[in-house]
């Protein structure tokens, strides 16, 4: 079965840097595209990125752009988001999702809190 | 960026009543609607795409309408395990954005 664990969140201070991970199994990661979508505490879901599923093209959110960085390792079958420049805003649960269709969400992961606090 | 308005945010039902939730997008998305169901301290769980079609798993008293801008989510006999927060997702543009939820509760 489809599987994504996630790994890597925590408490950061702001302007620091911390980098998420996305663990798959159950299917064949290297075909499918992959996203990042956060939670603030208490909000909505936001969209944050994606990454098509051979790395050529990757898509932002523009509150991230510049800031974030998408990435995989097809060979490793794991997700991974790079996060510098942190900021108080930036505070979320941040959940990986695969992309059924390129951009059609299908399994999510189950989230990792990420808090950016002094 | 699209808007996507989700009404009610909130609203009371019984089991086995018939809800509806309606999405509208600021322009419009063809078909290329989501639906998630989340429940408090859970992953999002994915319903349906392209407006109708259900993932797998799905029950079939989801069911899901509408094309261009104006989308609703129908739950036709209300079951205890769907009290939740429901979203609709656009996906023809990025970015991807989602309506504000509507929670469902008793």
């Known amino acids: 079965q489809v599987q994504l664990v996630q790994s890597g969140g925590g408490v950061v201070q702001p302007g620091r840097s911390l980098r998420l991970s996305c663990a798959a199994s159950?299917?064949?990661?290297?075909?499918?595209?992959m996203h990042w979508v956060r939670q603030a505490p208490g909000k909505g879901l936001e969209w944050v990125a994606l990454i098509y599923y051979d790395g050529s093209d990757k898509y932002y959110t523009d509150s991230v752009k510049g800031r974030f960085t998408i990435s995989r390792d097809n060979s490793k079958n794991t997700l991974y988001l790079q996060m510098n420049s942190l900021r108080a805003e930036d505070t979320a649960v941040y959940y990986c999702?695969?992309?059924?269709?390129?951009?059609?969400?299908?399994?999510w992961g189950q989230g990792t809190l990420v808090t950016v606090s002094s | 960026d699209i808007q996507m308005t989700q009404s009610p945010s909130s609203l009371s039902a019984f089991v086995g009543d018939r809800v509806t939730i309606t999405c509208r997008a600021s322009q419009g998305i063809s078909n290329y609607l989501a639906w998630f169901q989340q429940k408090p301290g859970k992953a999002p769980k994915s319903l349906m795409y392209?407006?109708?079609s259900l993932h797998s798993g799905v029950p079939s008293r989801f069911s899901g309408s509408g094309s261009g801008t104006d989308f609703t989510l129908t739950i036709s006999s209300l079951q205890p395990e769907d009290f939740a927060t429901y979203y609709c997702?656009?996906?023809?543009?990025?970015?991807?954005?989602f309506g504000g939820g509507t929670k469902v509760e008793i």
């Open positions: 999702a695969r992309g059924l269709t390129q951009l059609v969400l299908d399994h």
């Open positions: 392209a407006a109708s």
């Open positions: 159950g299917f064949t990661f290297s075909t499918y595209a």
């Open positions: 997702q656009q996906y023809d543009d990025y970015p991807l954005t």
